[in-house]
T-cell receptor
Framework: DAGVIQSPRHEVTEMGQEVTLRCKPI?????LFWYRQTMMRGLELLIY????????DSGMPEDRFSAKMPNASFSTLKIQPSEPRDSAVYFC????????????FGDGTRLSIL | EDQVTQSPEALRLQEGESSSLNCSYT??????LFWYRQDPGKGPEFLFT???AGEEKEKERLKATLTKKESFLHITAPKPEDSATYLC????????????FGSGTRLQVQP
């Protein structure tokens, strides 16, 4: 079975540019999570969706960040405008059913903002 | 505030030298404790879920245990391929489905 698929794997762009990260969850999973990993703060939740509806966006750092899930098989995380402090690895994860099922992660997008 | 603390930060073992990794947690109500393995350049890979104190799970050379305050990941006779960062995460019983992660233990197993 295909796991969580993220694209691009690497993104390097200049400050001020718009960045769009993409995620395809595991088929049949009804919850999708966006996390950010940095050396200083480790893995932190940004936002999660249940049945395509945003449930908790308390981790979204500021208005420059937005996320959408137009259907059950696709989600985007957008940063506009990007800043150097946004440089991190962004992970998408998904799970199914009851809330305490394990989340399965993609291999992430390594984002560098110059 | 929910807190997860992992120790040690880094651990170097010789092949075959068994050891344990610790995950201490302070949460309002534990719904589940998760162990993940992360290799460089990869996403966390799910290993175990523990739901209640006294529970144990095993997979190959790994065994996870849970008490009311901490979890241990025991590694028996490790091999170099067990080298990775091991992450512990908790989910609390508030309806919020996010995981709170510890900072991880970087394990290196030398041949």
């Amino acid at each position: 079975d295909a796991g969580v698929i993220q694209s691009p794997r690497h993104e390097v762009t200049e400050m001020g540019q718009e960045v769009t990260l993409r995620c395809k969850p595991i088929s049949g999973h009804n919850s999708l999570f966006w996390y950010r990993q940095t050396m200083m703060r480790g893995l932190e939740l940004l936002i999660y969706f249940n049945n395509n509806v945003p449930i908790d966006d308390s981790g979204m750092p500021e208005d420059r960040f937005s996320a959408k899930m137009p259907n059950a098989s696709f989600s985007t995380l957008k940063i506009q405008p990007s800043e150097p402090r946004d440089s991190a690895v962004y992970f998408c994860a998904s799970n199914q059913g009851a809330g305490n099922q394990p989340q399965h992660f993609g291999d992430g997008t390594r984002l560098s903002i110059l | 505030e929910d807190q997860v603390t992992q120790s040690p930060e880094a651990l170097r073992l010789q092949e075959g030298e068994s050891s344990s990794l610790n995950c201490s947690y302070t949460v309002s109500g534990l719904r589940g404790l998760f162990w993940y393995r992360q290799d460089p350049g990869k996403g966390p890979e799910f290993l175990f879920t523990l739901y209640s104190a006294g529970e144990e799970k095993e997979k190959e050379r790994l065994k996870a245990t849970l008490t009311k305050k901490e979890s241990f990941l025991h590694i028996t006779a490790p091999k170099p391929e067990d080298s990775a960062t091991y992450l512990c995460a908790v989910q609390v019983d508030t309806g919020r489905r996010a995981l709170t992660f510890g900072s991880g233990t970087r394990l290196q197993v030398q041949p």
